[in-house]
């Protein structure tokens, strides 16, 4: 229904920061919420924070006061900017669009927090 591209993944040092964007093109204006979910070699997918079209924020404990999530007015780009990075923030963002029926995903984009 939707075409979603991530972009802005990369290598940064502990406490650096990043900001992922997604580019949502198709059917937008059927989009309920959009999301970022992360999976870490041998874990599974988890949230990471989510927002309604009305701008409702919903965040993983572990990421709260360090990322925050945006959704522009078009519902075409969202955004994840994240701060004070860890190296357990590590893994792949995949950037998600939920519709009544059903949802939609990324291909997803590296997240590397090392020194």
């Known amino acids: 229904q939707v075409q979603l591209v991530e972009s802005g993944g990369g290598l940064v040092e502990p406490g650096g920061s990043l900001r992922l964007s997604c580019a949502a093109t198709g059917n937008i204006f059927e989009i309920n919420a959009m999301g970022w979910y992360r999976q870490a070699p041998g874990k599974k997918r988890e949230l990471v924070a989510t927002i309604t079209i009305s701008g409702t924020t919903n965040y993983a404990d572990s990421v709260k006061g360090r990322f925050t999530i945006s959704l522009n007015n078009n519902r075409n780009t969202l955004v994840l900017q994240m701060s004070r990075l860890k190296p357990e923030d590590t893994a792949v963002y995949y950037c998600?669009?939920?519709?009544?029926?059903?949802?939609?995903w990324g291909k997803g984009t590296q997240v590397t927090v090392s020194s």
């Open positions: 998600n669009a939920q519709f009544p029926i059903g949802a939609d």
